[in-house]
């Protein structure tokens, strides 16, 4: 079992920044931050490889940054460059089963664990 809690989110405006946390109770393998806004699909934003090796969306890539410190269970996300379609929750997940890396972003059906999520707003 792997307990993941999100913390970060916020209100800012178009062009700020944010930076998103997720800790993990245990090491968590491969791990993701995937987004919802209401009435749309989870779709994933980015993911990394127990090593740090990441995957971004094309929607997102040169704006967010994925990193994980391992030695504190902790996957992080700085978001800069904001825009009002990044306002969604963002959740974490993880899958401690698989330690390789992914060439193509990861579906929500590819992880066991998944936190509880933080809003995220971005307004204009």
């Known amino acids: 079992q792997v307990q993941l809690v999100e913390s970060g989110g916020g209100s800012v405006q178009a062009g700020g920044s944010l930076r998103l946390s997720c800790v993990a109770s245990t090491f968590s393998g491969y791990m993701a931050w995937f987004r919802q806004a209401p009435g749309q699909e989870r779709e994933g934003v980015v993911g990394?490889?127990?090593?740090?090796?990441?995957t971004y969306a094309d929607s997102v890539k040169g704006r967010f940054t994925a990193s994980r410190d391992n030695g504190k269970n902790t996957l992080y996300l700085e978001m800069n460059s904001q825009k009002p379609e990044d306002t969604a929750m963002y959740y974490c997940?993880?899958?401690?089963?698989?330690?390789?890396?992914?060439?193509?972003?990861?579906?929500?059906?590819?992880?066991?664990?998944w936190g509880q999520g933080t809003q995220v707003t971005v307004s204009s």
């Open positions: 997940a993880a899958e401690p089963s698989f330690l390789g890396t992914r060439a193509t972003m990861p579906r929500p059906a590819d992880f066991r664990y």
């Open positions: 990394i490889s127990a090593y740090g090796i990441t």
